[in-house]
Structures are given as C-alpha cells and as structure tokens.
C-alpha cells in the first residue's frame, strides 16, 4: 500500500513570509497527525485530527499556524508569518485510530528553513 | 508528567554485536504504550517494535527486542547482529491519555553508528 505522502521536501523563505505544507495519509486512516521536529530533538505534536475534526492543537502557536483537513482524508499545514524559530522538520502521520496501541505511520517531512 | 528520556545521545556498536539503548519512561496511568522508532538520514520515521504497559512477555521483532521492566518505568531497545544499515537516530516514545486524548511523546533520540 502506499505510504504517507508530502510535499513539498525542502522549502527555504525569509521570515515573514508564508508557507503551506501538504499530507495525503494512507487510504482508511481516520487519524492524521501535524508533529514538528527541531533539529536535535524528537518530533512533537503539533495537530491531531480524527476525520475533518480537530482532536488536540494545544501545542499549535494559533497565532501564525494553521491547519485543516476539510474532507477528512488530505490536510495542509500553514504557516503565516514564519519566524526563524520555525526552521525544522514538518512530518504528517497518520493511523487507523486513535487508540492506544494503534501504530502511526510516518511521511518523508518537509524540511523548513526561514532565513 | 509524562516524559520520555534517553540519556545516550550518541552510540558506537560493531558490526555483528549487539546493542541496547536506553529508555526510560514518566507516567502515572496505568495504560500506556511504548513504542521505537528508527530514523535514518532520510528523515522518515520508521516504526520498529511495540509494548503495552499489560503485556507481560517482552515483544520481539526479527532482531529487535524491547526489554520491557515495568518497575523501574524501563523500556530498553536491543538489537541483535547490527547491521550497517542500523546505523540511524533512535526514538523511544510513549502513548498514553494527556489532556484527554492519547498522545504520543518522544525522547530526544540516540544517533547510533555501526562500524563495519
């Protein structure tokens, strides 16, 4: 089966400007995840959905970050204005669920860099 | 708080040998999962091995193993016959209830290289 797909790779702008990234999931999974990864650390959450509705964005900065999934199966990160702070590495998960046990299957990232 | 800690920020293994990196585990719930997951140059995050907080039996996966000691909040990765293509970042990473939805965090990694 095909895997988590996103686009773009690499991406560099100059702060202030915007950006968008985009995720396909696996076909099925109800759950998609947002996580960012800061070079040196391991990712941390950023968004989780469950179909087209939002299940946790406490740790997304709402001011300059978006997201959304509206038909519940792609979804597209924004940020806008960027910060140089936001330099990393953006990856989309998803799985079948969301419970406890439930396996999360990773996309390539799409590498950030804000000069 | 829930937390995840893996105190080697870098390991070297020979070729052949085996390996154990470390991870330790900070939670209150009784339900919780473990889980590794290995991330080589490319970036992508690839699922290797899972344990959930009532298996008794430690889980195994072709030469990964979790060694899995619930009462020193431990789940410790070993893989057996390392391998040149082992040689990635490691994360161990916790799913457990927070905020209540379940969550999953990581560790800060341990860069593992394999010598040939």
């Known amino acids: 089966e095909a895997g988590v797909a996103q686009s773009p790779r690499y991406k560099i702008i100059e702060k202030r400007q915007s950006v968008a990234f985009w995720c396909n999931p696996i076909?099925?999974?109800?759950?998609l995840y947002w996580y960012q990864q800061i070079l040196g650390q391991g990712p941390k959450l950023l968004i989780q959905?469950?179909?087209?509705?939002?299940?946790?964005d406490s740790q997304l900065p709402k001011d300059r970050f978006s997201a959304e999934r509206l038909k519940g199966v792609d979804s597209t990160l924004k940020i806008q204005p960027a910060k140089l702070e936001d330099s990393a590495v953006y990856l989309c998960?998803?799985?079948?669920?969301?419970?406890?046990?439930?396996?999360?299957?990773f996309g390539p990232g799409t590498r950030l860099t804000v000069t | 708080a829930q937390k995840i800690t893996q105190t080697q920020p870098g390991m070297f293994v020979q070729e052949k040998e085996a390996v154990t990196l470390d991870c330790t585990y900070d939670?209150?719930?009784?339900?919780?999962?473990l889980f590794w997951y290995k991330q080589p140059s490319s970036g992508e995050m690839i699922f290797l091995i899972y344990?959930?907080?009532?298996?008794?039996q430690n889980a195994t996966e072709g030469r990964y193993s979790l060694n899995f000691q619930k009462a020193r909040k431990s789940a410790n990765l070993v893989i057996s016959a390392s391998q040149l293509g082992d040689s990635a970042m490691y994360f161990c990473?916790?799913?457990?209830?927070?905020?209540?939805?379940?969550?999953?965090?990581f560790g800060s990694g341990t860069r593992l290289l394999v010598r040939p």
């Open positions: 998960a998803s799985s079948l669920a969301a419970g406890l046990s439930y396996e999360q299957y």
């Open positions: 076909s099925g999974h109800a759950t």
């Open positions: 959905f469950q179909n087209n509705g939002v299940v946790d």
């Open positions: 939670t209150s719930d009784q339900s919780y999962g």
């Open positions: 344990q959930g907080s009532y298996d008794e």
């Open positions: 990473a916790m799913r457990a209830v927070m905020d209540s939805s379940y969550k999953l965090i």
